[in-house]
């Protein structure tokens, strides 16, 4: 074949993984350390979009890196059995090394995972820090890890890296698989699956959300809730000496607000670590369009983290998953958690707010069993089915306008008569047709066997009550700032639970600043961002002339 044909074909050629993506891929697997085999497995059926997609982005991958080497085989071929693999698309990674595997396409955000855990895997040595090892010491049973994940999910990657990760550690005792729940529904039902990320353990324990390494280390070892545990947990391992660093600035939270404070920080010349107890990126990383930045007609939420992420890690240090369990103040500012302990000289709170529930019997029951909080993350579980979503503000239109998009029969249900949200989301939710339950109130959530069957909802206005069969509720009524942390550590905070700043973003505490949601006003992107990028410059300029001693 001539070079011109060769040249001809390549540019005919469709490729999987876009031009961009496969120059990063392609420079992130230059310096991969050791060999690691993909091992794929589908049932042949050319009709199934996902054996194709997984056979091709393994094959790509491996043409992206010489020492990533992919092999094809049938579901009902003698190697399947011998490695236990049933269900089709599924990928093994290292298979003689490890028993990790991916149950399903990775798709979206799960190819995200799928890449780190190639990484990992690769390195071939524990990549968890000092403390988990020693708690991994403690195991001295065999734990089989099912991470159930979505395509939409921006927290799911982070679940399935922790699983892979304790393998890596602890490679005879442990077993982790990730499965894509939207592709194997029957699977996820048997575990209950209703919110991702989903996690259970040798199938007797279940937990809901991503948690920092620390805590799934625990977890996995007792298989018990270790929620406000965690430190203690290390201590008794022996894990009591955390490692100290000094730095001008912590920055809590890594929503926009936070990021945006690295940034400034760091080009101030203050050292600045931005710490999170998830991942980058806050709300919006859950919102699957932004329309009103500056800049963008339209980006998507995860995709705006990233630009805003990337920015950020030029300049500044940030930790996702490192939950801060304790501040004090005195000559410096000492921040803790479960893996480190940060000496600053001063301390922002972009914290943000959380999600705001109802307050209503069965919420607590059936949350992640059909009750959620992401339309980005469980959206896809509900294609064909009957959903409601409860607000009225700009979040409850945007997620009823996606889970249209992704075929869920969704209505809208608002306790007054006129939306809070912005006109053109209203002129879409009517192009939609997607119908509204206006002055109705949810008064119950209704579900039998751990599952959300229906809704009670009651007519604020004429006093009706009545009861509606329903596979989920979506809610979406405003948020709770984050400021227990700083309550706790004598912040003002106003009526409504936001931190109190002055216009330049200071506390009643003299070196410790607020920015983004958890202030309160207008909960926007641009304010957020423009709230971090004036903590940080108070910060230095109060630094840099000792205001704070005054």
Request: aromatic share 6%; hydrophobic share 40%.
């Amino acid at each position: 074949m001539s070079e011109n044909d060769s040249a001809q074909n390549s540019e005919e050629r469709r490729w999987l993984i876009p031009e961009e993506g496969r120059k990063h891929l392609a420079g992130v697997f230059a310096g991969l350390p050791g060999e690691v085999t993909l091992d794929v497995f589908t049932d042949g059926d050319e009709k199934n979009q996902y054996n194709e997609y997984t056979v091709r982005f393994a094959q790509e991958l491996a043409e992206l890196a010489d020492k990533i080497d992919t092999r094809v085989h049938a579901l009902d071929s003698a190697e399947a059995q011998r490695l236990g693999v049933t269900l089709g698309p599924s990928t093994l990674l290292n298979a003689g090394t490890y028993a990790i595997r991916f149950t399903g396409a990775p798709l979206g955000e799960e190819a995200r995972g799928f890449i780190e855990a190639i990484m990992l895997v690769s390195a071939g040595k524990t990549a968890v820090s000092e403390n988990v090892g020693r708690i991994l010491e403690r195991l001295e049973e065999k734990r089989t890890v099912r991470v159930f994940s979505s395509p939409g999910c921006p927290y799911c990657p982070g679940q399935v890296v922790n699983a892979v990760k304790c393998v890596i550690a602890s490679p005879q005792l442990v077993s982790a698989e990730a499965v894509n729940s939207d592709e194997f529904p029957e699977l996820s039902r048997k575990y209950g699956v209703g919110s991702v990320p989903h996690t259970n353990i040798n199938d007797e324990f279940d937990a809901v959300g991503l948690m920092p390494e620390e805590r799934f280390a625990v977890e996995l070892v007792t298989m018990k809730d270790a929620s406000g545990m965690v430190r203690e947990a290390g201590q008794d391992a022996g894990t009591g000496d955390y490692p100290v660093e000094k730095v001008d600035l912590v920055i809590v939270g890594a929503g926009p607000a936070g990021l945006t404070a690295g940034i400034y920080a760091e080009r101030s010349g203050l050292k600045s670590v931005v710490l999170d107890k998830a991942v980058v990126g806050g709300q919006v990383a859950v919102t699957p369009v932004v329309e009103n930045y500056p800049g963008f007609k339209n980006v998507g939420g995860m995709n705006l983290v990233e630009m805003l992420a990337a920015h950020t890690r030029e300049y500044a240090h940030v930790q996702e998953h490192e939950e801060i369990e304790e501040i004090k103040i005195g000559r410096n500012i000492e921040v803790y958690t479960a893996r480190n302990v940060y000496l600053a000289r001063a301390l922002v709170f972009a914290t943000g707010a959380q999600w705001r529930e109802l307050g209503v019997p069965g919420e607590d029951t059936y949350f992640g069993k059909g009750v959620s909080h992401c339309a980005s993350c469980d959206g896809f579980m509900f294609k064909g089915k009957k959903v409601i979503i409860v607000g009225g503000g700009n979040t409850a239109l945007t997620d009823a306008l996606h889970l249209k998009n992704l075929g869920v029969d969704i209505t809208v249900v608002h306790r007054r008569d006129a939306f809070r949200a912005e006109q053109q989301l209203q002129d879409a939710l009517e192009r939609e047709q997607i119908p509204v339950l206006w002055d109705t109130v949810v008064e119950e959530i209704l579900g039998t066997d751990g599952l959300v069957t229906g809704a009670r909802l009651k007519n604020v206005k004429s006093g009706d009550v009545h009861e509606v069969a329903l596979d989920g509720v979506f809610v979406a009524v405003g948020h709770v700032p984050n400021s227990a942390l700083a309550a706790e550590l004598g912040v003002t905070l106003n009526e409504d639970g936001t931190i109190a700043v002055d216009r330049a973003m200071r506390t009643n505490i003299p070196r410790v600043y607020a920015a983004g949601d958890v202030t309160g006003g207008i909960r926007q992107i641009v304010t957020a961002v423009g709230n971090g990028a004036t903590a940080a410059l108070s910060a230095f300029e109060d630094l840099q002339s000792s205001r704070w001693k005054k």
